[in-house]
């Protein structure tokens, strides 16, 4: 049963567009991820959000950019994307203080032009 | 530094073996563990995790893992293995922190033969 939700499920764009994805989680869980796996299937941390606040910010481009407006809601804004970016985007959520397990949601795969 | 290597790339076996997916990680503090699945077409599902404890460690679908401190390693496993079963499978540690942060492994593609 999908508890975590994202969409769109698939975006195709141009070099240089922006873009914005959606994740939802109805666990109630008080924090939310967003990883990238790419083409081999890597999977690599990007953000994660506590309670509307951003407690991991890896090293990635400017241009990507989380947004929450609550626990259960965190979006993927991409200003002008590249043709590296394309991959699966994958959210997750889970509950703190640490070894909790996370739920995935479905992904969104964005292929950039 | 923290890391996860899981040096089997691709795993083939017969339905009905016994299969064990190696993974080793680099962490200096007490790690906590976990091994995902994920099937074709489908994203992540948490398989079990290792926090602290018996070494050994029983999750979902039948599968089973290791914890060795001595060799740094936590091994999947299941017998006997089914066709239903051929997937990728990811080792991941918990980074420094309390944040939930989760470094991959490469993952293992597991096919498991009729």
């Known amino acids: 049963e999908t508890a975590v939700f994202q969409t769109p499920n698939y975006h195709v764009t141009q070099v240089g567009n922006e873009v914005s994805f959606n994740c939802k989680q109805t666990?109630?869980?008080?924090?939310m991820y967003w990883y990238k796996q790419d083409s081999k299937k890597l999977l690599k941390i990007m953000f994660s959000y506590n309670n509307k606040q951003l407690i991991v910010n890896e090293t990635v481009p400017r241009r990507f950019s989380p947004q929450s407006s609550d626990k259960a809601h965190l979006n993927l804004r991409i200003k002008s994307v590249e043709p590296e970016d394309s991959a699966v985007y994958l959210c997750?959520?889970?509950?703190?203080?640490?070894?909790?397990?996370?739920?995935f949601g479905p992904g969104t795969r964005l292929t950039v032009l | 530094a923290q890391s996860v290597d899981q040096p089997d790339a691709h795993v083939t076996l017969s339905e009905g073996a016994s299969l064990e997916l190696r993974c080793s990680y680099s962490y200096s503090a007490a790690p906590y563990l976990f091994w995902y699945v994920q099937y074709p077409g489908q994203s992540l599902q948490f398989l079990l995790k290792?926090?602290?404890?018996?070494?050994v460690v029983k999750g979902t679908k039948g599968f089973e893992a290791e914890f060795r401190k001595s060799n740094s390693s936590f091994n999947l496993k299941k017998s006997p293995a089914h066709w239903s079963d051929s997937a990728k499978y990811f080792c991941?540690?918990?980074?420094?922190?309390?944040?939930?942060?989760?470094?991959f492994g490469l993952g293992t593609t597991l096919q498991v033969q009729p």
């Open positions: 997750a959520s889970s509950w703190t203080g640490g070894a909790g397990e996370q739920y």
């Open positions: 666990l109630g869980h008080d924090t």
């Open positions: 290792y926090i602290t404890g018996d070494t």
């Open positions: 991941a540690l918990e980074g420094t922190g309390n944040t939930g942060k989760l470094i």
